[in-house]
């Protein structure tokens, strides 16, 4: 019995030290929301807000009520699938930082749906498939340039990101332009859009393509031979190589997989964001501008874990959507590019490799003690035998 | 002046006493190691990978800490924190990986090693500097093109303007001919030779035999950490080196030999390999480039049959490495055929190799071996994570049945870890090599190439690992078992080759050689070939 104790013990010992020290991951993520919030408090301060009142608003307004949660998980659709993008590459070992232009051509393609007919259900998995085809063609490309010429894919797909735009924009103004209404693009058909799943708020069934699409990517990682692949190539490529793995394939085979799901997000947005169904090409694609950007903060926040990057996206979608409140609050009006510095300051943070090394001091400190909390342990069982 | 030409008794300039290392995960790196350094000297430290060069010479240089014994100067005990400090007593490195910034001209990089916090970098001064070294030492440079556009040696030969424009007395070079063309060898060899009558004290780490012979004054020998030899190079033979570095001490060769015969017997008990007609695997005129574009393996031609273990000796660096990547897949030889029972292995992807039954246990256990940050079971599969056994339909792992295979490796190969989701780097190096050796063995191979098996492991693990290599030959599998321990190959090999620059020098049985001709073998001496012709 006092065996199990002991082991118990040791565990719990371990188990807080390794906590202390090396930082759970998802510990580490909440630190560095934590460490935003309050770089957000401190410079709302220091402007003359109050942001306590501030919070609270941006709380109420991300997760006071139902409408509140469902605009938080309207605005998480999007970023969860844009944050997949920039996670399976990175798992594959390479830097995509092109979800935004991948996410351009999805929306633009899924538009297409809207030149013929087809009985709902058909018509939205039309939309998704041309939507992920164009992305995947995106993310190929430059995958493509990595393996024949060597080119730098972060580079690459940031180019891409322009193309993508301007000709995305050009599209929207020049060729699928609703002859109606030029500052638009043709609307979504009624059978093809995705409908709404809480009454009276922009949250349609779309949520659920981003939420199985993760479901997809996590049991593609962590259950099958071709995850596997991709994780040991991206952890050593050597090693990888010695495994018969052939690390071109698992490279394109991640690039294909993220333009996808910055295809779907495209489509998430053009196909089931009330009330336009439709891009708008005035003022630069708001719907879907910054979107592929703000999914990399998510990915890095969900730990590239689609699991971890579920949770991530609500937090950001929370942020979004509370952050529209935060700026109508009473008295307190706080501009709402606040709610982009705290997720600056987020990014920020967590962008410091392992976080705790800013304190050696406290980890040699944590260390000591549970090492004279264990010689006390053993101590006291060895008198206990005796 | 004049004592410094003659050094007297205290006429040294650096003196390591009685060092010992142990690292943190517990491998002792270096016991009692003694050296002292004089003026007017170069000194060639000798040994194979691991035998404690690199660790003697990063604690005189000050980037390592010694864990018991001291640095002495003619002055008294010195204590270097940091590198910059050991720099500044005078003691320099010239690493065998440059520390350059690629992008920098040479004025550039040397200015920057130069620079201390707040003083900014003052690239003009240090260009007028470097013109009068060069023109002092004749080692010339162009110093104006970004470094990375430089050619290997010269690049080097930066590394060590900039060691010597901090006025170094004592240059350590750490393998600096590895990377050189012949031609470049004898360059910077020319230029040692300068600053030796300049009153500079040169340490050579190398493991070649010839270059000791050809610059060196003294050589010092270490092997396993210890230090078995300081002889001037005019009073040694090669031979002798040889043997002092991949045998043991001239003093305890009695031992040694008590030690191999003990396992002799044990080791080869089967007499009845059938060797006619081509062998399990069958190599014939191999012939492989290095990574720099040399011919590492040239033109080689062997067999090993069910029920042998072929030993592979020689000095590392003569093509084993890519001998035994040409035949596992990892590198394209250029020529030749290489046959597992009669099907092609050249230039095939490793995952088809393993299909023919082929186990790998490679010589970087870190690096190809292992994927540290995954689990033992994530480890356990690499490689054969695509067989029907732990692959079900749409390509799903069984992680229920990946999971009872560790387990059961973990059991049949006494694998100390916390459990199957461990991660491999939180294993200790023998656990490590046995996961590795668990791994391969467990695909029932037909034929078992072994790179280094036992190399870095406490003697418990290695013991363990080469009686599994004597059960895996006994039950008739072929293994080529490559290794720069002289004794463990000719322990446990039926029959033996002996690699140099690329070739066999001699392909016998180990009973036929005694340890002075595999020495003069491995040292490429021709004559002990004429000799047995």
Same mark, same amino acid.
């Given at each position: 019995?006092?065996?199990?104790?002991s082991?118990?013990?040791?565990?719990?010992?371990?188990?807080?030290?390794?906590?202390?020290?090396?930082?759970?991951?998802?510990?580490?993520?909440l630190?560095?929301?934590?460490?935003?919030?309050?770089?957000?408090?401190?410079?709302?301060?220091?402007?003359?807000?109050?942001?306590?009142r501030?919070?609270?608003?941006?709380?109420?307004?991300?997760?006071?009520?139902?409408?509140e949660?469902?605009?938080?998980?309207s605005?998480?659709?999007?970023?969860i699938?844009?944050?997949l993008?920039?996670?399976i590459?990175?798992?594959?070992?390479m830097?995509?930082?092109g979800?935004?232009?991948?996410?351009?051509m999805?929306?633009?393609a899924?538009?297409?749906?809207?030149?013929?007919?087809?009985?709902t259900?058909?018509?939205?998995?039309?939309?998704?498939?041309f939507a992920?085809?164009?992305g995947?063609?995106?993310?190929?490309?430059?995958?493509?340039?990595?393996?024949t010429?060597?080119?730098?894919?972060?580079?690459?797909?940031?180019?891409f990101?322009?193309? #993508?735009?301007?000709?995305?924009?050009?599209?929207?103004?020049?060729v699928?332009?609703?002859?109606m209404?030029?500052?638009?693009?043709?609307?979504?058909p009624?059978?093809?859009?995705?409908?709404?799943?809480?009454r009276?708020?922009?949250?349609?069934?779309?949520?659920?393509?981003?939420?199985a699409?993760?479901?997809v990517?996590?049991?593609?990682?962590?259950?099958?031979?071709?995850?596997?692949?991709?994780? &040991?190539?991206?952890?050593?490529?050597t090693?990888?190589r010695?495994?018969?793995?052939?690390?071109?394939?698992?490279?394109?085979?991640?690039f294909?997989l993220?333009?996808?799901? &910055?295809?779907? #997000?495209?489509?998430?947005?053009v196909?089931?964001?009330?009330?336009?169904?439709?891009?708008?090409g005035?003022?630069?694609?708001?719907?879907?501008?910054?979107?592929?950007?703000?999914?990399?903060?998510?990915?890095?926040?969900?730990?590239?874990?689609p699991?971890?990057?579920?949770? #991530? #996206?609500?937090?950001?979608?929370?942020?979004n959507a509370?952050g529209?409140v935060?700026?109508?609050?009473?008295s307190n009006?706080?501009?709402?590019?606040?709610?982009?510095?705290?997720?600056?300051a987020?990014v920020?943070?967590m962008?410091?490799?392992?976080?705790?090394?800013?304190?050696?001091?406290?980890?040699?400190?944590?260390?000591?003690?549970?090492?004279?909390?264990?010689?006390?342990?053993?101590?006291?069982?060895?008198?206990e035998?005796? | 002046?004049?004592?410094?030409?003659t050094?007297?008794?205290?006429g040294?300039?650096?003196?390591?006493?009685?060092?010992?290392?142990?690292?943190s995960?517990?491998?002792v790196?270096?016991?009692e190691?003694?050296?002292?350094?004089?003026?007017?000297?170069?000194?060639?430290?000798?040994?194979?990978?691991?035998?404690?060069?690199?660790?003697?010479?990063?604690?005189l240089s000050?980037?390592l800490?010694?864990?018991?014994?001291?640095?002495?100067?003619?002055?008294?005990v010195?204590?270097?924190?940091s590198p910059?400090?050991a720099?500044?007593?005078?003691?320099?490195?010239?690493?065998?990986?440059?520390?350059?910034v690629?992008?920098?001209?040479?004025?550039?990089?040397?200015?920057?090693?130069?620079?201390?916090?707040?003083?900014?970098?003052?690239?003009a001064?240090t260009r007028?500097?470097?013109?009068?070294?060069?023109?002092?030492?004749?080692?010339h440079?162009?110093?104006?093109?970004?470094?990375?556009?430089?050619a290997?040696?010269e690049?080097?030969?930066?590394?060590?303007?900039k060691?010597?424009?901090?006025?170094?007395?004592?240059?350590?070079l750490?393998?600096?001919?590895?990377v050189?063309?012949?031609?470049?060898v004898?360059?910077?060899?020319?230029?040692l030779?300068?600053l030796?009558d300049?009153?500079?004290?040169?340490?050579?780490?190398?493991h070649?035999?010839?270059?000791?012979?050809?610059?060196?004054?003294?050589?010092?020998?270490?092997r396993?950490?210890?230090?078995?030899?300081?002889?001037k190079?005019?009073?040694?033979?090669?031979?002798?080196?040889?043997?002092?570095?991949?045998?043991?001490?001239?003093?305890?060769?009695?031992?040694?030999v008590?030690?191999?015969?003990?396992?002799?017997?044990?080791?080869?008990?089967?007499s009845?390999?059938?060797r006619t007609?081509?062998?399990?695997?069958?190599?014939?005129?191999?012939?492989?480039k290095g990574n720099?574009?040399?011919?590492?393996?040239?033109?080689?031609?062997?067999?090993?049959?069910?029920?042998e273990?072929?030993?592979?000796a020689g000095?590392?660096?003569?093509?084993?490495?890519?001998? +035994?990547?040409?035949?596992?897949?990892?590198? +394209?030889?250029?020529?030749?055929?290489?046959?597992?029972?009669?099907?092609n292995i050249l230039g095939?992807?490793?995952?088809?190799i393993?299909?023919?039954g082929v186990?790998?246990?490679?010589e970087d256990?870190?690096?190809?071996?292992? +994927?540290?940050?995954?689990?033992?079971a994530?480890?356990?599969?690499?490689?054969?994570?695509?067989?029907?056994?732990?692959?079900?339909?749409l390509?799903?792992?069984?992680?229920?049945?990946?999971?009872?295979?560790?387990?059961?490796?973990?059991?049949?190969?006494?694998?100390?870890?916390t459990?199957?989701?461990?991660?491999?780097?939180?294993?200790?190096?023998?656990?490590?090599?046995?996961l590795i050796?668990?791994?391969?063995l467990?695909?029932?191979p037909?034929?078992?190439?072994?790179?280094?098996p036992?190399?870095?492991?406490?003697i418990?693990?290695?013991?363990?690992?080469?009686?599994?290599?004597?059960?895996m030959?006994?039950?008739?599998?072929?293994?080529l078992?490559?290794?720069?321990?002289l004794?463990e190959?000719l322990?446990?090999?039926?029959?033996?080759?002996?690699?140099?620059?690329?070739?066999?020098?001699?392909?016998?049985?180990?009973?036929?050689?005694?340890r002075?001709? +595999?020495?003069?073998?491995?040292?490429?001496?021709?004559?002990?070939?004429r000799?047995?012709?």
């Amino acid at each position: 019995m006092s065996g199990n104790e002991s082991t118990l013990q040791s565990r719990l010992l371990r188990g807080a030290h390794r906590t202390l020290t090396g930082l759970h991951p998802a510990l580490e993520s909440l630190l560095a929301a934590v460490v935003g919030l309050l770089v957000g408090a401190i410079l709302m301060y220091i402007y003359g807000f109050d942001p306590w009142r501030a919070y609270m608003g941006l709380v109420k307004g991300a997760f006071g009520g139902s409408y509140e949660i469902s605009s938080s998980l309207s605005r998480a659709t999007p970023l969860i699938l844009t944050a997949l993008t920039f996670s399976i590459c990175l798992r594959s070992g390479m830097f995509n930082i092109g979800a935004e232009g991948q996410m351009y051509m999805g929306g633009i393609a899924s538009v297409l749906v809207a030149y013929f007919v087809l009985p709902t259900g058909l018509h939205q998995i039309a939309g998704l498939l041309f939507a992920a085809f164009a992305g995947a063609v995106w993310g190929i490309v430059p995958a493509l340039l990595k393996v024949t010429r060597g080119v730098s894919e972060v580079i690459s797909t940031i180019m891409f990101n322009w193309i #993508a735009r301007w000709l995305a924009l050009y599209l929207a103004i020049f060729v699928i332009v609703d002859p109606m209404r030029t500052e638009k693009t043709l609307s979504i058909p009624v059978s093809a859009r995705f409908p709404v799943l809480v009454r009276g708020t922009d949250l349609s069934y779309a949520i659920f393509v981003s939420i199985a699409f993760a479901l997809v990517i996590y049991f593609l990682l962590w259950h099958t031979a071709i995850g596997y692949e991709v994780r &040991a190539a991206g952890l050593n490529p050597t090693a990888a190589r010695y495994g018969g793995i052939r690390n071109k394939r698992t490279m394109f085979l991640s690039f294909i997989l993220g333009g996808i799901a &910055a295809g779907l #997000a495209g489509a998430t947005i053009v196909m089931g964001l009330p009330p336009t169904y439709a891009i708008y090409g005035g003022g630069g694609l708001p719907q879907l501008m910054n979107l592929g950007f703000d999914g990399m903060a998510v990915a890095m926040v969900g730990r590239n874990h689609p699991i971890g990057i579920l949770v #991530a #996206a609500l937090f950001f979608g929370g942020l979004n959507a509370g952050g529209r409140v935060m700026q109508f609050y009473g008295s307190n009006p706080v501009p709402l590019e606040m709610v982009r510095v705290v997720m600056g300051a987020i990014v920020l943070v967590m962008s410091i490799p392992e976080l705790i090394r800013i304190f050696p001091m406290a980890k040699k400190r944590t260390e000591e003690l549970i090492g004279s909390l264990r010689r006390l342990t053993r101590r006291s069982e060895r008198r206990e035998s005796a | 002046m004049s004592d410094q030409a003659t050094p007297s008794k205290n006429g040294f300039f650096l003196k390591a006493d009685r060092i010992t290392k142990v690292y943190s995960d517990g491998t002792v790196a270096l016991k009692e190691a003694s050296l002292e350094i004089r003026p007017h000297e170069i000194v060639g430290l000798l040994g194979e990978n691991g035998a404690g060069k690199t660790t003697l010479t990063k604690i005189l240089s000050g980037l390592l800490p010694p864990t018991r014994g001291r640095v002495v100067s003619p002055k008294g005990v010195v204590r270097f924190v940091s590198p910059r400090e050991a720099l500044d007593f005078g003691i320099g490195m010239v690493h065998q990986h440059f520390a350059l910034v690629g992008t920098f001209t040479a004025a550039e990089n040397v200015a920057l090693s130069h620079d201390r916090p707040f003083t900014g970098i003052r690239i003009a001064e240090t260009r007028q500097d470097l013109n009068a070294l060069m023109e002092e030492s004749g080692l010339h440079v162009p110093l104006d093109v970004p470094v990375e556009k430089l050619a290997v040696g010269e690049q080097q030969r930066v590394e060590i303007l900039k060691v010597l424009s901090r006025d170094v007395d004592l240059l350590i070079l750490d393998e600096p001919t590895s990377v050189l063309t012949p031609l470049e060898v004898d360059e910077l060899f020319t230029l040692l030779r300068r600053l030796k009558d300049e009153g500079k004290s040169i340490i050579l780490i190398t493991h070649k035999l010839k270059e000791v012979g050809s610059i060196t004054d003294r050589v010092v020998v270490l092997r396993q950490g210890e230090m078995v030899g300081d002889v001037k190079t005019a009073e040694a033979s090669t031979e002798q080196l040889a043997r002092l570095m991949v045998g043991q001490a001239l003093e305890d060769e009695a031992d040694a030999v008590e030690l191999s015969t003990e396992e002799i017997p044990h080791a080869r008990t089967q007499s009845d390999v059938d060797r006619t007609g081509e062998g399990i695997l069958h190599v014939e005129n191999l012939i492989a480039k290095g990574n720099t574009g040399e011919i590492a393996v040239d033109g080689i031609s062997f067999d090993v049959y069910g029920g042998e273990i072929f030993g592979v000796a020689g000095v590392e660096g003569n093509g084993q490495t890519e001998l +035994v990547e040409s035949l596992t897949g990892l590198r +394209v030889p250029v020529s030749g055929t290489a046959t597992i029972n009669g099907t092609n292995i050249l230039g095939v992807d490793p995952r088809q190799i393993y299909r023919l039954g082929v186990a790998h246990i490679p010589e970087d256990r870190w690096e190809l071996g292992l +994927v540290l940050p995954f689990t033992l079971a994530e480890n356990a599969i690499l490689g054969v994570h695509r067989w029907e056994e732990f692959r079900g339909p749409l390509s799903f792992l069984r992680w229920g049945k990946i999971t009872q295979h560790v387990r059961r490796l973990m059991d049949r190969f006494d694998i100390q870890a916390t459990g199957p989701n461990a991660p491999a780097k939180s294993l200790s190096g023998g656990n490590q090599q046995k996961l590795i050796v668990g791994r391969e063995l467990a695909k029932d191979p037909a034929i078992i190439v072994a790179s280094q098996p036992t190399r870095g492991l406490d003697i418990g693990a290695a013991h363990y690992i080469r009686q599994t290599l004597l059960e895996m030959r006994d039950a008739g599998r072929a293994i080529l078992l490559v290794s720069a321990d002289l004794d463990e190959v000719l322990a446990h090999a039926d029959r033996v080759g002996i690699m140099y620059e690329g070739k066999f020098m001699e392909v016998c049985s180990p009973e036929e050689l005694d340890r002075e001709r +595999v020495g003069m073998l491995m040292g490429g001496a021709t004559e002990a070939r004429r000799e047995a012709e």
